[in-house]
């Protein structure tokens, strides 16, 4: 933990700036519970297919049981508990729900939805997991996770939304089946 926060603060000294600690407080929410369950909801929308629908509600759900598990097993404080520094950037932004740190939703859930859309869309596959990686960062940026919660986080969102496409594969059901219907 030392390690990671003195890794923070340096790069607070050389990433930090103004204009990131306005609109990095409102970006960071492109990978919250709240941007997810819209994300459903558009799925549903776009596709008109209430089993899309229920496959993500579930793949949803599962990502939620493994990360707040995680969370309250290990009950990892936040970086800001221990560098006041850091703290500053919270003030910015629409608030917290201050949960444990370890591993991040805000990770696992955008590395979760860009699983889900580059298995539908794979010619910006790229763009998706930068796009994912981008939001993880958020957070380290506002001093709301240190580096190894964003790892596991985005590996945890990676890696239960390729198991749960395996999962659906070997039960005989289509994998979230959209590109014929974009």
Known sequence: MQW????MRWANGWW??????????????????????????????L???RRIFRQLLLLYGTQSAIIYSLKFLIHR?????????????LSSGPGEIL????????????????TVLAHWLPRYR??????AGFIAWTRI????????DMIVGAVLG?????????????????????????
């Open 99 to 114: 949960d444990p740190s370890f591993p991040s939703a805000h990770a696992a859930l955008s590395f979760m939805m860009a």
């Open 16 to 45: 930090g700036c103004p204009l990131l600690d306005h609109t990095l407080p409102w970006l960071t929410y492109l990978g919250s519970h709240f941007a997810v369950i819209l994300f459903i909801l558009i799925s549903l929308i």
């Open 126 to 131: 790229m763009l998706f997991y930068i796009l």
């Open 47 to 49: 596709t008109r297919q």
């Open 141 to 148: 940026y506002l001093g709301l996770h240190y580096p190894t």
């Open 77 to 89: 404080q936040r970086p800001f508990h221990f560098a006041q520094e850091l703290a500053s950037k």
């Open 158 to 182: 990676y890696g239960a939304s390729k198991g749960f496409f395996y999962y659906l594969r070997k039960r005989g059901f289509e994998v979230l089946p959209i590109r014929s219907h974009v």
């Open 4 to 7: 990671e926060l003195h890794f």
